[in-house]
Structure formats: C-alpha cells, structure tokens
C-alpha cells in the first residue's frame, strides 16, 4: 500500500521527514519532492565486493552553484538532497526522477530507502541531454514515495551509510 498525502502529512508532523524547503510545494498526492543540495562530479572510480570489506567509493569533487544555478553537460553526478528522512520499522521508500527532469534529457537513479533507515539521501543524476542541463539549488528533483510492508522489519537497516550525508545513496 503506497501512503497518500494525508497519511504522509500526519508521519511528517511526527518527524519522519525533515528540512523541507517548502513542504505546501513539495508535498504531493502521493509523495514529497526531494531538493537539490549539492552537486558532485566523479573524479575517480569506484569498487564493489560481496562482502563490502573491499568496496571503495569514488572520489568526487563539488560544483558550485553560480547565482543559485550549476550547468552540467551530460553525465553523472552524485546529487544531495536537503531533506533528512527516517523510515519506519514497517516501510520502505522508492524514489522516482520528476517528470520534469526528464522531460529536460535527465534522470536520477537511486537505491532503495530501507526500513530503518535515517540521514540525508544521495543519488545519481544522469544528464543525457547532449546541451547538458541547469538546476537550481533547491530545486525538486526525485519524487519519493512510501509503501507500507506487510510487518515490521525484523532489523532495521544497519549500514555503513546510517546518518551519513557524504556516503549515502
């Protein structure tokens, strides 16, 4: 069962989602728009093993915003959102690119929000467009939803990126 708004509305009253920009725009018949942070290019590669023991995240390096706007040419960026999120023991969230976004030649790509998750949310952002695309700082990039699970998780997340804004994605 996917939350509609009135049922979200009275989570984030309660603090399941924080540092909204402006939650009357953001908030949505079923869901709430995640805003721009930062902006990331990759500057190095990445490794990944079965176990993590090994995994290795790329390095980066963050664009400024010039008068409240950064132009990308096309790639991929590791994208921070502001709003802070803490899922239920009994929910999962799943994000979605705005239409917007890819009306404009980009999306975003993002991992699942497991239940007991809580931290800033990270992304990639695609940009297929071959002119390249400009955001805004805040501007409303990934539609996340909220579905409810038939029980609670027996543990909540636990992973390395647990609260942690410059690993998570």
Not at 75 to 90: A, K, L, M, Q, W
Not at 92 to 97: D, E, N, Y
Request: glycine residues 8%; contains cysteine.
């Amino acid at each position: 069962m996917i939350l509609s708004d009135s049922s979200l509305s009275q989570l984030i009253e309660k603090g399941m989602i924080t540092h909204f920009r402006d939650l009357s725009t953001q908030l949505t018949p079923n869901g709430v728009d995640l805003t721009l942070k930062r902006v990331e290019k990759f500057t190095g590669k990445g490794r990944i093993d079965f176990t993590n023991e090994e995994r290795v995240l790329p390095s980066t390096e963050e664009m400024s915003f010039v008068n409240e706007w950064v132009t990308l040419p096309p790639g991929c960026y590791r994208v921070t959102f502001n709003e802070i999120v803490t899922i239920p023991s009994d929910m999962v969230a799943l994000g979605r690119p705005r239409s917007s976004l890819l009306r404009s030649g980009a999306t975003i790509e993002s991992a699942v929000w497991d239940a007991g998750f809580h931290g800033a949310s990270i992304s990639l952002l695609v940009v297929y467009n071959p002119h390249g695309i400009s955001l805004q700082h805040n501007a409303r990039l990934l539609q996340l939803f909220f579905a409810k699970m038939s029980d609670k998780a027996q543990q909540g997340y636990q992973g390395t990126y647990q609260e942690n804004p410059r690993t998570a994605l």
